[in-house]
């Protein structure tokens, strides 16, 4: 049985990543210390109830000591503050740099990042030089700003995981029913990358079982590439769909 030695602290937890990682933690029986911002929700009480200790946390002033205190592990994921009109991304940026500060410095041995498939090739992407993507620029730069920070941390042990375009979110794409179509500005033939949130969760749980393993992986994850006029199809290689 694992000790309480082993303990992983998930941020996001009531949300998809953190909660699909906890949930395969759990079912491994690895102990969970679960960082969510209110204990008595809905999404973190279903987490609790699946035995993982509940710590309330808002990690833009900070992680508290009695969030990273005997943890092993972290598992990390970052969403920017949004309104209609514009995205915090320093707040993003700020959430991650404290966490990875505090578990520096409270001898976390593992740090495992959560970020976003192409983060890190994103300036090779055609027409990047010449602005077509700036829009994405501060999304891109804060993600890659991200993983540098977990990299020269000096933890024993990390990983960076690139998950691409969830399969849960089409349903959004398709408010109307599969016979209404989908609401996208992407051409027909454009092919996108996905995966479900389920494989994050369990590729993740399995990164933190196994440190040395996937010591320095940075892997981008697709599972299937689709084209929106044709039905899906397997990515021919991890980290891109051509």
């Known amino acids: 049985m694992p000790s309480s030695s082993d303990i992983v602290l998930v941020t996001g937890a009531t949300g998809q990543q953190g909660g699909a990682t ?7 029986e690895v102990p969970v210390r679960a960082l969510v911002r209110d204990p008595w929700s809905q999404p973190a009480q279903a987490i609790g109830a699946l035995g993982a200790e509940l ?11 009695s969030g990273g205190r005997g943890v092993r592990a972290v598992f990390s994921v970052q969403m920017p ?5 514009s995205v915090d991304f320093a707040s993003e940026l700020a959430q991650a740099t404290n966490l990875v500060a505090a578990a520096k410095a409270g001898g976390v041995q593992q740090f ?7 983060v890190g090739e994103h300036t090779q992407a055609a027409g990047w030089a ?3 993507w700036a829009a994405m620029a501060d999304y891109f730069h804060t993600k890659q700003a991200i993983i540098e ?4 941390a000096g933890f024993a042990r990390w990983t960076v995981i690139k998950p691409a375009f ?5 349903p959004l794409l398709a408010p109307k029913g599969p016979r209404g179509g989908l609401l996208t500005v992407l051409k027909p033939d454009t092919e996108l990358a996905l995966v479900a949130v389920r494989d994050i ?8 079982q196994n440190p040395d393993r996937f010591h320095q992986g940075n892997w981008n994850w697709p599972v299937t590439c689709a084209r929106w006029s044709r039905s899906r199809r397997p990515c021919p290689q991890p980290g891109a769909c051509p």
């Open 112 to 118: 495992v990042q959560s970020s976003t498939s192409g």
């Open 166 to 170: 969830f399969m849960e979110n089409l």
């Open 22 to 28: 906890a949930r395969a933690l759990l079912a491994a």
């Open 81 to 85: 503050p949004m309104t209609e009109t």
């Open 130 to 132: 010449e602005g077509r």
């Open 201 to 208: 969760g369990t590729a993740a749980a399995h990164a933190l």
């Open 55 to 65: 710590v309330r946390a808002d990690l833009r002033p900070g992680l508290p000591r």
């Open 149 to 152: 920070a977990v990299r020269s």
